[in-house]
Each structure stands twice: as structure tokens, then as C-alpha cells.
């Protein structure tokens, strides 16, 4: 069971972002120095001056264990500011979960300690020298932790949403509860499920076999490709459904990309009225966009997914490793949506993206987490895409138009990225946003390997037509999201359809 230990200095605020992390994963929380206080019967500085820091340390080793060896449950553990300064704690705590150290410059240490009403033993006396001391001797010991977020001029909520982002674990409520989190495949096992059967695509089967045959559900194998993505499918899987004797009671599981998971999430949501899912993304495409936000459908010919309804999954369990088998071309496919959330809210993904595909590879979990954090801040402010949602469409207007005018030769991620730089030289055009914004998306593009041009046999005409009908549409004008700067997206209504793509 990994547990999440937050630790740091006094005066970082670990247990004021420990209870929001807490709240936030729905999780349960233990303050170790409160567990300390109740089972001595004092308080900490009763137990310092009566006992030593010897024996105070001792309880504190105790606390630890009994803590940990308690809970029945992933537990949000506040530790105080030397918990594990002893190598049996540290060893205990990082073979039980995971250590996030907070950190900050005195001057915040300061700030905060002098507004705590509680009593620090080991800081009594003049706060500014003996916290610097204090620093000082335990500054190799906080240097030695690679996990860390600094605090300075942030608010707990925010430091907690950081955590998350570190951990890749999120709650999500707006639409119905469930959970985000970036794991393991095994991890599976571990979530309780009745009759649980599992889809995925032939693709998928060719390259995972083993692992569905390990987790041991009965599956499902539906044809790959956006081309399959329609109501024959839908209805194969009705049939399936029934033939295996689900009920509503039942499991579904949907292993593979996003088209698998539409489907399979659609459905989910209408078999017998709705029965549960979870989703087990195995594209980068999915787990930083598709996979999350509730989204289920198929397409008609006349447009992508203007058949769907909103019915998230119970889990999305997103497990890095299983991109390694994915071709190289669809991982470039699947970073356009990334880039996308860098220029809607993440300056920093946006520049870890610029670094180019082989820094991506070799970091790919930390943008799996960065990608994923981006769309459930926006999907839990919006759920129902009334408002600002609709600023994760940015480079879709045009993208979903050129993916179906090239009858799905390009790939989804391949027409995202010319929508992007589409939208972003309409956006300069209307005075929205400036030249150089579009010169760095497009070269962060093009360093990923993405095309930014529509290509030339593609009729703009065609293209202009096919967004008339977009699921975005209304009676008078097309809603574009379109880049103002970087992390800033202003949602504008368009009538002049021809002008978005008027070459200069």
C-alpha cells in the first residue's frame, strides 16, 4: 500500500497541505506528532522537557509503524520536521509509500512559525537564529530527497494540487466520483470489480496479450482505427455484453486508446441503462486527453463524436510503461494534445515539450502526470463544457475538419497539431496574439515531428465545409479557442470561417 508522507522543515505547512491533499484524494489523514501527543498522553514540548529528544524519538519510530501497520488504506501522512532523520524511519517510509519534502526560504519559515500558536522545543529562544541553525544542520539530510515542492508564495491549495501533480493522483467529483491515477497495470487487482470483462482492439490484443491473460477477465476484441469507430461496433458490443451475461452489477474495462475507450465507455453508459467502467489507457493520446472528462461516443459519417454522452469511468489507471510498445508515430501523434495543454495552462509542459522527442521519451511519466493535471483542473471547473472547457478544443476546430477531410490518412494528433498552428495564426490575424507565439508553437511542433501545415491536397473549401457541421457549431458562428499567450486561451465566436484559413 503506498502511502503519501509529506515532511520538511517546521514551518512549510505540513499538516495545513496535508489535510487538503487529504481532502482532495478523499483519503484519510494522520498528523504524526498529534498520534505522538495522544499515545504519551502530553504534549511534545511536555514530552521534551519531561522525557528528552531521545525518548521522544522513540515514540515517534513507534507512531511511525503503528501508523502505517493501522491504516486500511492509502493514508496522507504528516511527518514532523526530523521524523526521519533516523535511517529505520526513512527506510520505513520509503518502503510504505512515497516522501514529498516541502521546502521554503527562511523568510516564509519565519512568517509562518511566528503566526503558529504551537510551542517548537527545539526552536525555543530567539526563532531566527535557532531555525537557521537548525537549517543548517539538517540541510544534507533535506538535500538528500528527490522529491520535493517549494512553498514560497504559494497557498496550501495550491501546494496540494502540486502534490497531486508529483504523485499523478487525482479525485475527481464535478461529474461523478472517481479516480486518476498513474500506476500500474497490477494495480488493477487491487480495485473491486463483479463479473469484470475487458475490451480492447486487435491492435492492443497483438501487443498486450500477456497482460490481459495475467490480470484473468474474459475479453472483448473489437477492429482498430478511427474508421471503426461507429454504431456497428457499438452494437457488437451490446451483443457481447449480453452474451457474457453482464448485468448491472457488472464491470466493463476498456484497454486501448481513445477511439476503444469512447466506444467502450458509450457502451457502458447504455447497456441495461449504465453499468460501471474503467479505463486503462495504453495511447499517450489517451491518457493525456481522451481517457479523461467523462466523454463517450462514436462518429457518423458527417462529423467525429456527434453521438456521445458524459458517463466517466470509476478508474482511469494510466500506467507509463505501456507506452513503450507504442509505434513511434503514434506517441508523436499523441504529443499535440500535450503541447495543447502547455499553451491552455502549463507554460512549464510547454517547455518541456519544446526539448524535443527524445527528452519526451525519456521523460515520459513526468508528462503523463503534467498532461493529465491540466485537463482535470479545467474538466473539474467545467464539467459540462458550458464555459471554459471549451479551451481544451483549442486546435480541434480546424484539427477534427482536416482529420476527417484526409478520410483519417492523418492521424488525430497529426490534424491537431496543423489546427494549432492554424488557429494560432488566426488568433495573430484578429490581434489576439502576437507572431512569436505562433513561431514557438510551431517549432515545438515540428521538434516533436508533427506536421503544421495543412497539406496541399486537402481543399480548404472541403475543410471549411466539414467544420460548418462540427459537433462545436451553433445557429450563427463557430466557438474557436484560440491562443492569446502562453497559458492563456480566449474563447472567440467566428462567422468569417473562410478568413481562419486565408493563406497570407
Not at 514540548?45 to 502505517?68: C, H, N, Y
Not at 526552536?123 to 522529491?147: C, N, P, V
Not at 513511434?328 to 495543454?341: N, P, T, Y
Request: proline letters at 4%.
Amino acid at each position: 500500500m503506498s502511502h503519501i508522507f509529506l515532511y520538511g522543515p517546521p514551518g512549510t505547512g505540513k499538516s495545513t497541505i496535508g489535510k487538503k491533499l487529504a481532502d482532495n484524494l478523499r483519503l484519510p489523514f494522520i498528523d504524526l506528532d498529534r498520534v505522538i501527543e495522544a499515545t504519551a498522553g502530553m504534549s511534545i514540548p511536555q514530552i521534551m522537557e519531561q522525557k528528552g529528544e531521545s525518548a521522544f524519538r522513540d515514540l515517534e519510530t513507534l507512531a511511525l509503524k503503528e501508523s502505517v501497520g493501522h491504516a486500511s488504506s492509502v493514508t496522507v501522512i504528516a511527518l514532523g520536521g526530523g521524523a526521519l532523520l533516523r535511517n529505520e524511519n526513512r527506510e520505513f517510509a520509503e518502503s510504505n509509500g512515497q516522501v514529498i519534502l516541502l521546502m521554503a526560504e527562511l523568510p516564509t519559515l519565519l512568517d509562518h512559525l511566528q503566526n503558529d500558536p504551537e510551542k517548537r522545543p527545539l526552536l525555543a529562544g530567539d526563532l531566527s537564529s535557532k531555525l537557521s541553525s537548525l537549517l543548517e544542520k539538517r540541510r544534507e539530510h533535506y538535500d538528500s530527497f528527490s522529491t520535493k515542492i517549494n512553498v514560497d508564495g504559494s497557498s496550501a491549495e495550491e501546494i496540494a494540487f502540486q502534490a497531486q501533480v508529483v504523485l499523478g493522483r487525482h479525485h475527481l467529483s464535478a461529474m461523478g466520483e472517481y479516480d486518476v491515477v498513474v500506476g500500474q497495470v497490477s494495480d488493477l487487482t487491487n480495485f473491486p470489480m463483479q463479473n469484470p470483462i475487458l475490451v480492447t482492439d486487435e491492435n492492443v490484443a497483438k501487443f498486450h496479450a500477456e497482460k490481459i491473460q495475467s490480470l484473468g477477465f474474459k475479453s472483448i476484441v473489437i477492429p482498430s482505427g478511427e474508421e471503426h469507430k461507429n454504431l456497428e461496433t457499438i452494437s457488437f458490443l451490446w451483443k457481447a455484453f449480453l452474451e457474457n451475461g453482464l448485468d448491472r452489477k457488472s464491470m466493463v474495462i476498456a484497454l486501448g486508446g481513445g477511439v476503444a475507450s469512447d466506444m467502450t465507455g458509450f457502451a457502458a453508459s447504455t447497456y441495461m441503462r449504465g453499468i460501471n467502467w474503467v479505463c486503462l489507457p495504453t495511447t499517450l493520446l489517451s491518457m493525456a486527453d481522451a481517457s479523461l472528462g467523462g466523454k463517450t461516443g462514436f462518429d457518423l459519417p458527417e462529423g467525429k463524436n456527434l453521438i456521445g454522452a458524459f458517463y466517466p469511468p470509476k478508474l482511469v489507471l494510466a500506467d507509463p510503461q505501456l507506452l513503450k510498445t507504442l509505434p513511434e508515430a503514434e506517441l508523436i501523434s499523441g504529443m499535440a494534445e500535450v503541447v495543447k495543454h502547455g499553451i491552455v495552462s502549463d507554460p512549464e509542459l510547454f517547455s518541456l515539450c519544446s526539448r524535443g522527442l527524445d527528452y519526451v521519451k525519456n521523460h515520459l511519466e513526468e508528462i503523463v502526470k503534467r498532461a493529465m493535471a491540466v485537463k482535470i483542473k479545467v474538466i473539474e471547473e467545467d464539467p459540462y463544457e458550458k464555459g471554459f472547457r471549451a479551451a481544451l478544443n483549442l486546435g480541434h476546430t480546424v484539427g477534427h475538419a482536416v482529420e476527417l477531410v484526409s478520410k483519417f490518412k492523418l492521424r488525430h494528433g497529426e490534424a491537431v497539431a496543423i489546427g494549432l498552428v492554424a488557429e494560432a495564426k488566426y488568433s495573430v490575424k484578429i490581434g489576439l496574439a502576437t507572431i512569436g507565439l505562433v513561431d514557438a508553437i510551431t517549432g515545438t511542433l515540428k521538434s516533436l515531428g508533427l506536421p503544421t501545415q495543412i497539406p496541399k491536397e486537402i481543399l480548404r473549401e472541403e475543410i471549411i465545409r466539414t467544420m460548418r457541421v462540427d459537433k462545436k457549431k451553433n445557429a450563427k458562428a463557430i466557438r474557436f479557442a484560440l491562443p492569446v499567450e502562453m497559458g492563456k486561451v480566449e474563447l472567440v465566436e467566428v462567422t468569417d470561417l473562410e478568413n481562419v484559413l486565408e493563406e497570407e
